[in-house]
């Protein structure tokens, strides 16, 4: 892939509403990028916000990474796909200003496209340039068109990393029936908060920069409902990620007692094929 590269950057980025909280994963990944023993050594992420001023204030998360461990949760299940599917194409949906492009590196032969609403999109444009395989697509998720003008293709993978939250619950079935109605098979990968996690998200974002989380699942069941031809083959609770460093598992070890803290943030992996997709049961019947 001809990567996305750097260009000149802006004085200042007065995002709003849902699109400023991409500030809160990119400062979690900056920071742990100076941090002495980084968990995913995203030297974008410090780059940018060297060079950006996005507003912040309010949107502080405790020193505890669980973004940064989600986002390398999220890579290391991207890149397992993309090891198994070389020729797919990657909807990286609400992908901010992440340079999981760059982290994952995919080959030229897979296309990878970015979405996110215009505002963050024109920002991103000023830092990562589209080359073979990589696009940039300006668009609201809840949108139905724009995946009309997307490559099809034969495999699909959908990624969302702390995305999904800020849609509501009929726009996340919405999109994702899209998303299977359009490719044969594929995988979703994304995060979802429980209610906790979501109120109290909800008193950082809502007041600092007018964002508002709405969609939490306290039972899993429920996302499982989304996915008729699919079904999860990954659910990982970010407390106790593989990517957590072990200061925290002792600390974190109460969650195993504390439901609304052990589900708080939770990474899922799905699998899905249309009924005539080539290989499922009913194509071979
Ligand atoms: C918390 S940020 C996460 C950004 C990125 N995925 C990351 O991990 O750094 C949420 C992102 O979702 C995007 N978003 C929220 N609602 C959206 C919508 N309806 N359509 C497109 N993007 C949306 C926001 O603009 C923002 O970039």
């Known amino acids: ?169 009929e726009s996340v079935r919405e999109l994702l029936a899209r998303i299977m109605a359009r490719y044969p098979r594929g995988e979703a990968i994304f995060d979802v908060m429980n209610s906790y996690a979501l109120g109290q998200a909800n008193q950082r974002v809502h007041g600092a920069v007018g964002a508002t989380l709405r969609w939490a699942v306290d039972d899993l069941a429920a996302v499982d409902a989304l996915f008729a031809t699919g079904r999860r083959t990954g659910a990982v609770r970010l407390v106790f990620a593989r990517f957590l460093p072990w200061r925290y598992r002792l600390p974190f070890a109460i969650a195993y007692f504390a439901p609304r803290l052990r589900d708080a943030i939770r990474v899922l992996r799905y699998d899905f094929a249309a009924p005539s997709a080539p290989g499922t049961a009913a194509a071979t019947a």
């Open 1 to 169: 892939m001809e990567g996305p590269g750097t260009a000149a950057p802006p004085p200042s980025a007065p995002l709003e509403g849902d699109a400023a909280t991409l500030a809160i994963p990119l400062y979690a990944k900056a920071r742990d990028f100076r941090s002495p023993h980084p968990i995913l050594g995203d030297a974008k992420a410090d780059e940018i916000v060297r060079t950006v001023s996005l507003r912040f204030e309010g949107m502080r998360t405790s020193g505890v990474p669980l973004l940064v461990v989600r986002a390398a949760q999220i890579d290391a299940w991207v890149r397992a796909f993309l090891a198994d599917h070389p020729d797919a194409v990657v909807l990286h949906l609400g992908c901010g200003l992440d340079a999981r492009v760059l982290r994952v590196a995919p080959p030229p032969s897979v296309t990878w496209i970015d979405v996110d609403l215009p505002e963050v999109i024109a920002l991103r444009r000023r830092f990562y340039t589209e080359g073979a395989g990589y696009r940039m697509l300006a668009a609201s998720l809840t949108d139905p068109a724009w995946i009309e003008g997307v490559r099809p293709g034969s495999s699909v993978l959908a990624v969302a990393d702390g995305v999904f939250e800020y849609l509501d619950p």
